[in-house]
C-alpha cells in the first residue's frame, strides 16, 4: 500500500472541515456594496487618505517620504504583497483584494476601505437592510449582538493598531515612528480627525435601528456633532 494514502486521506478530512468552516465565515465585499445604503459616508470616505491608500504604492508617489523611509520611490508596489496587506481591504483574506482579481472587483477593495474598519461584510450587510425594514414597520430596534455575530468589528482601536501600530512600536510599515515621529499614532487623536485628506469619514446622524452593546464609547461624541441627513 502506498504509504501516503492515509495521510491523504487526513488531509482531505481537514480540507473539508476547513472549508465548512469557511462557509459561515463573513467575507469581504468591497466598499460598493455598502455605499448603496450607506452613500453619504460613502462619499465622505472618498475624501480621507484611507480612499486613496493603494495609490501611493506608485512609483513616483510621495517620492520625498519613500526616500527617508528607505523605499524605492521608483518601483511599482502596488502587488508588493509585503505592501498591500496594509493599503487594500482584506487582503489575504476571503474575498479580499487580490492582485488577480476583474480590475472592476479590486477597484472596490483597493485602499483602506469600510471593512477594513467594520468588518467584512457578506453578512451583516443583511441584517442592516432587515433591522431597517423591522423599525419602519413597527419601531423595534434590532439587538447589535445580531451584528457581532454576522462579523461587524465595533473595536475601532484593534482595526486601526493592525495596520498603525501603536506608540513607536514597529508594526511592519516602513513609515513607522522610528523613521519620523509624527508617524506614532495614537487613537484617540487619530480617530476624531474626520474629513478631507483625514483619517475618518464625516459622521451622519443615525436613527437609532440597532439597540444595545456593544457601543464605542465616542459613539455620543460623534453623533453630537454629526451631520444630518443619513436617510
Ligand atoms: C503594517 C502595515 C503597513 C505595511 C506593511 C505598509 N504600510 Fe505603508 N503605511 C501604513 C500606514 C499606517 C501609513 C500611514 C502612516 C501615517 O501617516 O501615520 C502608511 C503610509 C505610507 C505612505 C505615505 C507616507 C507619507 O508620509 O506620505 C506610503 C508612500 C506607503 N505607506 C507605502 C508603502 C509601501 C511601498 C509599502 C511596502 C514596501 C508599505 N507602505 C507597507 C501601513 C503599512
Ligand atoms: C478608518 C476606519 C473607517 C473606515 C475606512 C470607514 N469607517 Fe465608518 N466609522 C468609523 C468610525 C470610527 C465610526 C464611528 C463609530 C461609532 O460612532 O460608533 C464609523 C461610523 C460609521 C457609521 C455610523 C454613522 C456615522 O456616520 O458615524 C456608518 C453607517 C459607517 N461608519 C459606514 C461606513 C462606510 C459605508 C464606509 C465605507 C464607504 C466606512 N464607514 C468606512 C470608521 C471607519
Ligand atoms: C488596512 C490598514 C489600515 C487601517 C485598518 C487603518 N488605517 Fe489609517 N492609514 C492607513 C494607511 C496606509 C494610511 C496612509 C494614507 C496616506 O498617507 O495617504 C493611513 C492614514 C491614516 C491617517 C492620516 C495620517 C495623516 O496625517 O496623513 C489617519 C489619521 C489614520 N490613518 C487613522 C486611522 C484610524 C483612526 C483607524 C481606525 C479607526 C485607521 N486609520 C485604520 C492604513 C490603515
Ligand atoms: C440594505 C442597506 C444597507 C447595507 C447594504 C449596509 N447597511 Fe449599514 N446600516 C443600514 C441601516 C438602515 C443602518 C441603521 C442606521 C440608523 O440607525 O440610522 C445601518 C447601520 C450601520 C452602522 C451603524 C451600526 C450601529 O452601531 O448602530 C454601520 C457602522 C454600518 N451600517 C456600516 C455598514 C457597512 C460597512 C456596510 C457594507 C459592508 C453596510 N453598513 C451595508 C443599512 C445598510
Known amino acids: ?35 448603496k445604503c450607506h452613500d453619504l459616508q ?5 475624501a480621507t487618505s484611507h480612499a486613496k491608500a493603494f495609490d501611493i504604492l506608485k512609483p513616483g508617489q510621495r517620492a520625498e517620504a519613500k526616500v527617508k523611509a528607505k523605499v524605492d520611490p521608483n518601483k511599482d508596489y502596488t502587488a508588493d504583497p509585503g505592501c ?5 481591504t482584506g487582503y489575504g483574506e476571503p474575498g479580499g483584494y487580490d492582485p488577480a482579481m476583474p480590475p472592476a472587483q479590486a477597484k472596490a477593495l483597493a485602499g483602506v476601505g469600510c471593512e477594513s474598519c467594520h468588518g ?9 437592510g432587515d433591522a ?11 439587538d447589535r449582538k445580531v451584528l457581532v455575530e ?15 501600530g501603536v506608540g ?27 474629513g478631507k485628506g483625514k483619517g475618518v469619514h464625516d ?7 440597532f439597540s444595545g452593546q456593544p457601543v464605542h464609547r465616542l459613539r455620543a461624541e460623534f453623533q453630537s456633532t454629526a451631520k444630518e441627513g443619513a436617510e
Open 84 to 88: 498591500l496587506g496594509c493599503h487594500t
Open 1 to 35: 500500500m502506498n504509504i501516503f494514502l492515509p495521510f491523504l486521506s487526513v488531509l482531505s478530512v481537514l480540507w473539508a472541515l476547513s472549508a465548512a468552516q469557511a462557509a459561515d465565515k463573513a467575507t469581504y465585499e468591497g466598499f460598493k456594496v455598502c455605499a
Open 150 to 164: 454576522a462579523g461587524q468589528t465595533f473595536d475601532y482601536e484593534k482595526a486601526c493598531v493592525k495596520c498603525h
Open 120 to 128: 467584512p461584510g457578506s453578512q451583516f450587510k443583511k441584517e442592516h
Open 42 to 46: 460613502a462619499e465622505a470616505w472618498q
Open 132 to 142: 431597517e425594514g423591522r423599525f419602519k414597520k413597527g419601531g423595534a430596534t434590532t
Open 203 to 209: 459622521h451622519f446622524k443615525l436613527i437609532g435601528v
Open 168 to 194: 513607536t512600536n514597529k508594526p511592519g510599515s516602513p513609515f513607522n515612528a522610528l523613521v519620523d515621529p509624527k508617524y506614532a499614532f495614537e487613537f484617540d487623536k487619530a480617530v476624531r480627525t474626520t
